[in-house]
Nanobody, 122 residues
Framework: QVQLVESGGGLAQTGGSLRLSCAPSGSIFRVNAMGWYRQALGKQRELVATITRGGSTNYADSVKGRFTISRDNAKNTIYLQMNSLKPEDTAVYYC????????????????WGQGTQVTVSS
C-alpha cells in the first residue's frame, strides 16, 4: 500500500522560511492533483495550495504571495516553499494526492500523508 511521505516541517521564526516536500513511498502509475492542507490546534483542516498535473495552482488567500507550490511530475513530488512565515501559519501540514493509482488497473483514490508540524515563533 503506497503512502504519502512528507518532510521539511519544523520550527521557524516570524519572517523565516521553510520548505515542505511530499512524495509517494513507492512507484505509482499516475496521480492527478496534489496539494497541501493544514490544521491548526482546535481548528478545521483547511486548504493551503493545490497543483494539477499541468501545473495550474490554487492558493488560500491567507498564503498568496508568501507560499509557492511546485511539482516534479517525473518524481510525483510536490513542494511547498513557505516564506514570510507568520505565527498564524503554525499548524500540522498534510499532503493530499487526488486520483492516485498505484497500478494502471487500480481505481483512482485520494491519499493523505501523516502530517508534518510547522511551528512559527513570534
Amino acid at each position: 500500500q503506497v503512502q504519502l511521505v512528507e518532510s521539511g516541517g519544523g520550527l521557524a521564526q516570524t519572517g523565516g522560511s521553510l520548505r515542505l516536500s511530499c512524495a509517494p513511498s513507492g512507484s505509482i502509475f499516475r496521480v492527478n492533483a496534489m496539494g497541501w492542507y493544514r490544521q491548526a490546534l482546535g481548528k478545521q483542516r483547511e486548504l493551503v495550495a493545490t497543483i494539477t498535473r499541468g501545473g495550474s495552482t490554487n492558493y488560500a488567500d491567507s498564503v498568496k504571495g508568501r507560499f509557492t507550490i511546485s511539482r516534479d511530475n517525473a518524481k510525483n513530488t510536490i513542494y511547498l516553499q513557505m516564506n514570510s512565515l507568520k505565527p498564524e501559519d503554525t499548524a500540522v501540514y498534510y499532503c493530499n494526492a487526488d486520483g492516485l493509482q498505484q497500478r494502471s488497473w487500480n481505481t483512482p483514490r485520494t491519499y493523505w500523508g501523516q502530517g508534518t508540524q510547522v511551528t512559527v515563533s513570534s
